[in-house]
Each structure stands twice: as structure tokens, then as C-alpha cells.
């Protein structure tokens, strides 16, 4: 699931780099649709029973990044591009993955 969502990011960075501007015609991958699934896969992450069986620090975490991929993905369905609103929640999104990541994935075990 992590690897889905660190592509899905990946994406997103891209299309950050690009100016958050919508694809050519024909091109499903708009920006609020790539957040869109963003969002998704953090939400059904959080319904496995893996996660259930996680800390709830872990949960919580999850919880805030999904939060954050939310923001992002209203501050993109706006009828008008408010880039500092984006950029913040893109940075936000983008600090809870790491915040989680630093307890959970980069842990020394």
C-alpha cells in the first residue's frame, strides 16, 4: 500500500513541478483526480486489519496524512487555483508521510 502511495505522491510532485496545471484533453490524471486517489488509498489503508492491529500512534498518523490529502484535494477541486492553499496543502500531505515514516517505517529494529 506504501509503495502505491509513494508512487501516487510521486505523481503529484510532478504535477506540482508542472504548475498544478490539468493535463491535455483525453487525460484523465487532473490534479484533484490524482489527489482523489490519493486520498482513497489512504483511506482504505486505514481500513485493513493491519492497520487495525497497529499502535494507535500509527493510526492517528494515518489518520492526519489522509486529512491532509483531503485539503489538498478540496484546495484543487476550487473553481479558481489558490496556489498558496495548495502548496500549504501539498507540504502538509507531504510532512505527515513523513512524520509517520520516521516512527514507523525508519525505525531501527
Given amino acids: 500500500a506504501m509503495v502505491a ?3 501516487r505522491f510521486d505523481s503529484l510532485k510532478a504535477i506540482q513541478k508542472a504548475g498544478w496545471k490539468n493535463p ?3 487525460d484523465d490524471r487532473s490534479p484533484a483526480h490524482e489527489a482523489t486517489l490519493l486520498l482513497e ?3 482504505e489503508l486505514a481500513r485493513t486489519d493491519d492497520t487495525a492491529q497497529r499502535p494507535a ?3 492517528t498518523k494515518l ?3 489522509e486529512n491532509a490529502a483531503e485539503a489538498l484535494r478540496q ?26 515514516h520516521k516512527t514507523f517505517r525508519n525505525e531501527k529494529r
Fill in 5 to 7: 502511495i509513494d508512487a
Fill in 24 to 26: 491535455p484533453p483525453n
Fill in 41 to 43: 488509498q489512504f483511506h
Fill in 57 to 59: 500512534d500509527y493510526r
Fill in 63 to 65: 489518520t492526519a496524512a
Fill in 75 to 100: 484546495s484543487l477541486l476550487a473553481p479558481t487555483l489558490n496556489s498558496a492553499a495548495v502548496g500549504l496543502a501539498f507540504k502538509q500531505t507531504g510532512q505527515s508521510c513523513a512524520e509517520c
